[in-house]
C-alpha cells in the first residue's frame, strides 16, 4: 500500500511538472510576437458634387399634398435635359406617407393635422464648374431641402492604396522595434482593420487631433501638402508579428 501510495505521488508530480512546462513554453510562445499598428493618410480633389434633394408636402387631403409632391418631382427631372444630367447620375427614393397629429403638453397624441408626403432625390454632378448653375436651379425649381456633399470618382482606389500603404508602415514599424531589441519579424500572424479586444486610443501630447470628439492618432504616412477642399482618406491596420 506505501509503494502504491508513492508510486501515485510520483505520477501526480510527473504530471504537475509536465503540465508547468506545457504552461511556460506556451507562454514563451505566446511572448514572442509584436503588436504595432500602421496608419496612413492620404488626399485627393473632388470632382463629384453629391446633391441631396427632399421634397416635403403637408395637407388635410392626402391626394393634395400628393399632388404638390408630384408636381415638385416633375421639375427636378426636368433639370435632368437642362443640366446634361445622365441618367445613371439621378436616383429618385420612394414616397412616403404619414399621417401627422397634434400633442398635448404631455406628448400624448390628440387630433390629426394633416398628411405628410415626402420624396428625396439624388443628384450626381461630374462637372463642378457647373456648381453654383446646380445651386440655382434647383432651388428655383421648387421649394425643396436641398443639401450636398463633395465625393471623388477614384474614392475606392484610394482607399486601396492608403491600405498598402498602412500595412507598410506596420510593417517598418515592428521591423524597427524588433531589431532594435535584437529580434527579427518572421511571419505575419494576424492583419485587421479591426481593433483588438481591449484596444483604445492612447493619450498622445504631440501629433493628435479631435474630430467629432474622437483623437485621431498622427499619421505614419501622411499626404505630402494641404489640400484646401480635399476628401481625406485615413486607415488604419492592426498587425501582430512572430519575434525569432
Known sequence: MKMNRWVGISIKLVCVLLLNTTLVSASDELARTVSVTGTAVMKTIPDVVVWSIRAEDVDQDLMTAKARSDD???KILA???TLGIKAQDIQTGHLNVQKVYAKD????????????VTR???IKQRKLH???DFLTQLLSAAELDVRFEFASSCLHELHAETRLQAIAAAKAKAEAMSSALGAKCVRVLTISETPP????PRNEAYGS??????QQRQADVAAETFAPGAIEVRIRVYVVFELE
Open 72 to 74: 415638385k418631382m416633375k
Open 79 to 81: 433639370l435632368q435635359k
Open 105 to 116: 403638453r404631455y406628448g400624448n397624441r390628440t387630433v390629426f393635422k394633416h398628411f405628410m
Open 120 to 122: 428625396s432625390v439624388t
Open 130 to 132: 457647373q456648381f453654383d
Open 197 to 200: 479586444p481591449g484596444a483604445y
Open 209 to 214: 487631433a479631435f474630430v467629432d470628439g474622437t
